[in-house]
């Protein structure tokens, strides 16, 4: 049985444009449709070297770097076998941390829009068990969450697993990673031995294989180098003396005004001490870290996300999973010892159609590094002097928009369109003024245009939402 030699499928380079169709697959016109609605016209490797195996029902090791698509691979797979009829919980979905959960949720909503009544349901630690006590009694097909809380309801018998038939790993790196080795094991126990288990993960340690070998059936292994697309993203490496490393990254984001960057720091002291130097100099940037509380997570990366803070700085663990693109630039601050995760470091930038910048700040000390870097490459590193960067545009970098908070959220029933329309309406704002509005439980955020942010808050605060007074505060980003 658990035979990790069965076939290894490469993928990607000989794929011809006609085997990256969606249409090719087994799924439903009207899945087909939808796939069509969301902007998905090919699929993305990972998901052309997967799907055809995971929808014959084989079970599936896949690895592919974050941003590749991993999360439709298993989700039109586990779609395509749901039994709509049945209230059953069909398919579960283990996810390191919320977050991710909460993305995964959405997207599999999203792709299960042309199906009636397909309920979706996630199930993550740090809320309160009760509501989800109810929302389970109400069934769900499907139920996405992180290990402790799954085992939780496993415990207090209110998530039957007797009807699965889909077991998703989702990066299963990183829930190794957080100490859930444990909990996985507990909850594979649990479900069905002629079940489909589906692991997907960016990277392939070690303890991936050892899973593997206990929680799959003669799985066949789907791996993408993670090689990103040299043509889209341009290299450049800058010699430092530590004590010009810091400084160093105002100077490249002055000198290049990416609108959103990403710096990776080896360490949390070294994200700390960068959001630091960067204040100082003017520029607003935000630490993602695992010291931080959920909520302050949730609000660093809204800000990131809807374009008003241009930088955000974190180490691999923090960044790693969140399906953050559109990046023009992703920036070293230190060199990994890890030739390959810098390779994912810099996929990060030069996705899709867009070009991305990948800048690289090494000492004397880590040519070593560079060298292994090269060597993965296949080529030598660019190297520029840090006197080319002079200061452009005007002023210290600065994000286009200003992010307000609403306190209020979906538990007083806002949404987005409401904001919107408070916006938008009397007070007289242009829609393309206003940029994303995130709802969250207590909280609503809202992007708008640095020129009107005054503005817009004293319209806010002056007038109503959903006709109820609120109270906003612009968040400093
Ligand atoms: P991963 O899990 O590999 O990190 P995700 O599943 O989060 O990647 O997908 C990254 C982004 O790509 C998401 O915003 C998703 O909506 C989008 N996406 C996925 N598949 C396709 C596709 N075939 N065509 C266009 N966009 C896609
Ligand atoms: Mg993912």
Redesign the pocket.
Known sequence: MNDLSATKTSAAAGTTPNNMA?SGLPLSPAALAN?VS???????P??AASLPLALAGHDLIAQ??????????FALALLARLQTKKPDTQALVLCPTRELAD?VTQ?IR?LARSEDNIKALTLCGGVPIRNQLDSLAHGAHIVVGTPGRIVDHLERGSLPLASLNTLVL??ADRMLDMGFAEEIAAIAAQCPRDRQTLL?S?TYPEGIEQISRRFLRNPREVKLSAQPNANKIRQRFYEVAEDQRLHAVGLLLNHYRPERTLAFCNTKAQCRDLVAVLQAQGIAALALHGDLEQRERDQVLIQFANRSCPVLVATDVAAR?L?I?GLEAVINVDITPDAELHTHRVGRTGRADAQGWAFSLASLDEMGRVGRIDEMQGRAGEFHPLTELTPTGSGPLCAPMVTLQILGGRKEKIRPGDVLGALTGSAGFAAAQIGKINVNEFSTYVAVAREIADAALRALNAGTVKGKRVKARPMEG
């Open positions: 969606f796939l969301l902007g998905y016209t090919t699929m993305t990972i998901q592919a770097q974050t941003g590749s698509g991993k999360t439709a691979a993305q997207e999203r989702d990066e997907f960016a999973g399906d693109s």
